[in-house]
């Protein structure tokens, strides 16, 4: 994974999936497509961290434009009308809202329900064990893909070193650490995706392509559309 102009690298990836409750079984039924979060269908059932979080204003950036949307006509409105509670807390707190039935459905990264269901805490493992993903837009574009990357700034001061970290953390050894430790996905070209346990696992993780430059200018008028939508 690597900017087209060589600009910045990627180190690992994780994927922003919907996590459900497995004794409702709504995973397909549900939400098969991030669209789906804002139809009036799932009113009452969603839980959700802040929207002005990177996370949500990617993932909501990139598909108001794989869908040709305008930021005044994003899902926003649909998903605040949808939602079980004020958001709040991480993505973790998300899954537990959903393991505890204050909602149905959530959105996440996939290394935060990873870290819960191999936990060796029997109540967060509890909690990993009542819950699901599911990977929404397989019939689309595939599931929103965040990637963790790097690069070296111009004006770096100690530029060989620089250098020399960047290609520790794209070895064997480091990428290893990223799979055990953070249980993220290797930025390799061959991530196993399907290694996470889900309701279609046929999963693709092909990403839709946001330039980043042209994500960061439309970041300002993406957060503003979801703050007047109340997704704050």
Same mark, same amino acid.
């Given at each position: ?13 994780? %994927? ?21 979060? %804002? ?35 994003? @899902? ?6 949808? @939602? ?15 393991? %505890? ?54 004006? %770096? ?23 055990? +430790? ?18 279609? +696992? ?31």
């Amino acid at each position: 994974m690597r900017d087209p102009d060589g600009n910045w690298y990627g180190f690992s990836s994780r %994927a922003r999936v919907i996590v459900y409750n497995k004794a409702h079984g709504e995973a397909r039924q549900t939400s098969p497509t991030y669209e789906s979060l %804002a139809d009036p269908k799932n009113k009452g059932k969603i839980c959700t961290r802040s929207g002005s979080h990177p996370y949500n204003l990617s993932l909501i950036g990139c598909a108001d434009r794989a869908q040709r949307r305008s930021e005044d006509r994003g @899902m926003g409105e649909g998903v605040v009308a949808n @939602m079980a509670r004020t958001p709040r807390g991480g993505d973790t707190d998300q899954i537990k809202g959903v393991a %505890a039935g204050e909602c149905a459905i959530a959105l996440s990264n996939t290394y935060y329900y990873v870290r819960l269901l191999r936990s060796t805490k029997p109540e967060e493992s509890e909690i990993g064990a009542k819950t699901g993903v599911v990977w929404p837009d397989q019939a689309s574009y595939g599931t929103h893909v965040n990637i963790s990357g790097a690069g070296v700034l111009k004006n %770096a001061p100690h530029r060989e070193n620089a250098i020399k970290f960047l290609e520790y953390l794209a070895s064997d050894a480091a990428q290893a650490l990223l799979r055990q +430790r953070q249980q993220r996905v290797a930025g390799g070209a061959r991530a196993r995706w399907r290694r996470i346990p889900s309701s279609n +696992r046929s999963a693709r993780s092909r990403p839709i392509r946001c330039r980043s430059p042209r994500w960061a200018r439309t970041r300002p008028r993406r957060r503003s559309s979801l703050d007047r939508a109340g997704w704050k």
